[in-house]
């Protein structure tokens, strides 16, 4: 239906944005329903070369409506980023969750700064050991996404959790965002 307005003759210009952000959030909705599938084992990873940079504005444009006005959500990207070969709906639901998180994170009501930034690295061995679910990546040049945020930090305790399917520290959620991520 919002694609069907967008093709009214001159739809005013707020209508246009809002119509498009409909539009983009239905179709990461969709894309969640493929990655809970992927994540189920009954669904595909379709694999492309994207432009990271514009995954990532895009992404953050939809997330700027979600964001408590106390709150400033900062995009970071370096200098053009070479072309990944990913997920495109995976992609996107990570950088959803990790700024949903952070968002989360914080106390009721207090203002805070959440910042997602993304460069290229070159990870060695060592820091690749970091990665415990990618151990067979091989040392070189790559494109690293961070999240951070203004808050009070994860606990050692919990941090040995976050990425266990079904953990959560909130009261109410499944606790899939970052064993999915």
Not at 8 to 23: G, H, K
Not at 57 to 69: F, I, K, Q, S, Y
Not at 120 to 149: C, I, M, N, W
């Amino acid at each position: 239906n919002a694609e069907l307005l967008m093709m009214a003759p001159r739809p005013p210009r707020e209508q246009r944005r809002s119509l498009s952000l409909i539009t983009r959030a239905c179709q990461q909705a969709s894309q969640l329903t493929r990655q809970l599938l992927v994540f189920a084992g009954e669904g595909e990873v379709s694999l492309t070369t994207l432009d990271p940079t514009a995954m990532i504005a895009e992404t953050m444009e939809l997330l700027r409506g979600c964001v408590p006005d106390r709150v400033t959500l900062r995009c970071e990207l370096g200098a053009a980023l070479p072309p990944i070969r990913a997920d495109r709906a995976q992609l996107g639901r990570v950088v959803l969750t990790l700024v949903t998180n952070a968002l989360e994170a914080r106390a009721p009501n207090a203002a805070g700064t959440v910042v997602v930034d993304a460069g290229t690295e070159r990870l060695d061995v060592d820091a690749l050991k970091e990665f415990q679910h990618h151990s067979r990546a091989a040392p070189g040049r790559y494109v690293v996404l961070r999240v951070r945020d203004s808050g009070p930090g994860i606990d050692a305790t919990t941090m040995t959790r976050i990425f266990d399917p079904f953990f959560s520290t909130k009261s109410s959620g499944m606790g899939l965002g970052l064993s999915i991520v």
